[in-house]
């Protein structure tokens, strides 16, 4: 058999499934650190170099806020003008064309000297408003570098044609300014399974290959590039015969999905008749038009803290509030589980200005920082109350490690809602409040916690990696990130029957839920909820079509006695494909 090969193959970590054969784009942002201040040879040319850059960047920016009128609106397409403004600003140009031309600096370094000045004085304004006008300047001025430098991929928005965008990273604020139906894939340095890169490709039903180490040196810019984002592999100009066994997967693929679309109009329900709710996981409100057309009888999981990254100053209360009235408009009177912010770990939120930690995912994050900086967590659940009279809204809390956590941030909803009331704003009647389950000390204490909240919410991508120690976004030890560890099963079966045990019910939110691997056991553990990616939802239904809850129980308990994840998968293959 003829080997089937690129110029260059590796293996990453396939996250998020489909074949895909694009050309590459190589994003290297580029900062106003980088340039290496100088001095140049020829000042009169460099002159020219700024005003063809300066040209060259309005005519850009001209052509940006077009088409972010278009796809995101006035609000933000305004951001854009003012760049504009700069650009023509006496305070702005000008200094720069002083320096070359009385320095004899380059012009590069007169862009960053410039900016750096603007930024700082703007920085220390007394008015919010004009202190926030110092990143605009920064970017401005990044954009002109761009132009001098001439570098290829150092900027997102360059993205006109079709892509695979390859990375080292893309942050939360990076995909939210992407122009999604030109991305056909994604692949990058670092991240795994259930990096925020990998949950929203997931959910955008974009390919990735995430956690590729230095291989992603080997992709230069423009190259074809093929990627498999279930098995991981990627090939730089594929060849010949790579090409037409991909293009067939990708055909298996398609008719794969055909087959399955016919499991969204259809109840997730077992052969002996247990029935379970699918619900979809979404990061925005627009993610909640048309689950209802996928198969989702819920949303399980509203991240919110994508809003507040794709605002540059903290969302208001009203702006939150239309935000969650549109999900739960889209979803016609089904529940929508609005978690609150979950901000910190792999989330940054550059305008909080939060101090750099040695260990982010065992810091300052969601419910801890919101029970210390109690206005977000005030501003939102007012801004949730108020939607909530739209629809079934249930709310949850992130990252709650014990009682007197939960106990005050129920203590703060309750707040929030005699403060409206005291108002005379209408709220929904009844909204239920739960507790999301992600670290291993509230697993523990679920009989407890069961007590006080109306739910739980399994929270898998973090119960993982504080059970078992393995940094989520760490692809060197991604090998220990495994939800079939035996400690982890022990923790969700224990969550699920205390909630039981007290009348209450429990979901799965975390990955997972959209795991058809899983599906025996979760059925068998009597999981009421499961919230997914809504590209898995068709897949899961399909599943538990095919089981027997009764023998799934049975399954369960031998499954609990195995010793390591890999005896468990092999176990849960086993009974699947018999079950078929
Ligand atoms: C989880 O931890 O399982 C979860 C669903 O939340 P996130 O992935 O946003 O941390
Ligand atoms: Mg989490």
Known sequence: MKAITGREAFIGIGVSEGVRIGKAFVYKPLKLSDVEPGKAEHPAEELTRLEKAKASCTEELIGVIEQTKASLGEEKAAILKGQVSFLNDPAFYPPMQKLVETEGWTAETAVQKTVQQVAAIFEGMPSEYMRERAADVRDVGTRLLVHLMGQDGARLSDIREEVILVADDLTPSDTVQLNKNLVLGFVTRIGGKTSHTAILANSLGIAAVLGVGEALDSIPHGVSLLIDGTTGICMVEPDEAARATY???????????????????????????FKIEIAANIGAPEEAEGLVERGAEAVGLYRTEFLFMSETKMPGEDVQMKAYAQALKAMEGRPVIIRTLDIGGDKELPYLELPHEMNPFLGYRAIRLCLDRKELLHTQLRAI????????????????????????????????????????????????????????????????????????SIGTNDLVQYTVAVDRMNEKVSYLYDYFHPSVLRLIREVIEASVRHGKWSGMCGSMAGDPLAAPLLLGMGLKEWSMSPSSIQRVKETVSTLDREACVKLTDEVMQLDTPEEIRERLKLFLQEAR
């Open 247 to 273: 293009t067939a997967k990708q055909q298996e693929e398609q008719a794969e999905r055909e087959r399955l679309k016919a499991f969204s109009s259809r109840p997730a329900v077992s052969k002996d008749g």
């Open 385 to 456: 109350l108020r939607a909530s009279v739209h629809g079934s809204v249930k709310i949850m809390f992130p990252m709650i490690s014990g009682i007197p956590e939960w106990r005050a941030a129920k203590a703060m909803f309750e707040e929030a809602k005699a403060e409206l009331l005291a108002e005379g704003k209408p709220i929904g009647k009844k909204v239920e409040v739960g507790i999301m389950v992600e670290i291993p000390s509230a697993a523990l204490l679920a009989d407890r916690l069961a007590r006080e909240a109306d739910f739980f």
